[in-house]
């Protein structure tokens, strides 16, 4: 198996696994029992996280070029600002009741640090 495919496969596990952790309530997963798949879940994401990081290290994951680092940086901007600006209106949907200037601070906040954060992540990538 290509360092990739096992990197994608950890990441993907760790995920689901961390979800599972976030959702436990609605699939039914004992209140005791709720944090018991984040930590695997995290395991599994950062297994993943080294994988990738030697094998870029090494070689074996080509490096993405400027050009698609930058296709993805803006695809991940775009999608983050789409959330950004409907979480005001569907969060109380969610249950979330607060006043509309501070839903739409906090999905601002939100926006700048996951931009920022990713933004660093492609930095060092």
Wanted: proline letters at 8%; a positive charge.
């Amino acid at each position: 198996m290509k360092p990739s495919t096992k990197a994608n496969l950890l990441i993907l596990t760790g995920s689901l696994m961390m979800m599972a952790g976030v959702f436990a309530k609605p699939l039914g997963i004992p209140k005791e029992l709720e944090a018991l798949p984040n930590l695997p879940g995290v395991l599994f994401f950062y297994w993943g996280y080294r994988i990738a990081m030697k094998a870029k290290a090494t070689g074996e994951i080509p490096r993405p070029t400027d050009t698609k680092r930058w296709f993805i940086l803006w695809v991940f901007v775009t999608g983050c600002a789409t959330v950004a600006i409907a979480f005001p209106f569907f969060a109380t949907y969610l249950g979330i009741h607060l006043p509309l200037p501070w839903l739409a601070g906090i999905a601002f906040l939100s926006f700048l640090i996951a931009v920022t954060t990713f933004w660093i992540g492609m930095k060092k990538a």
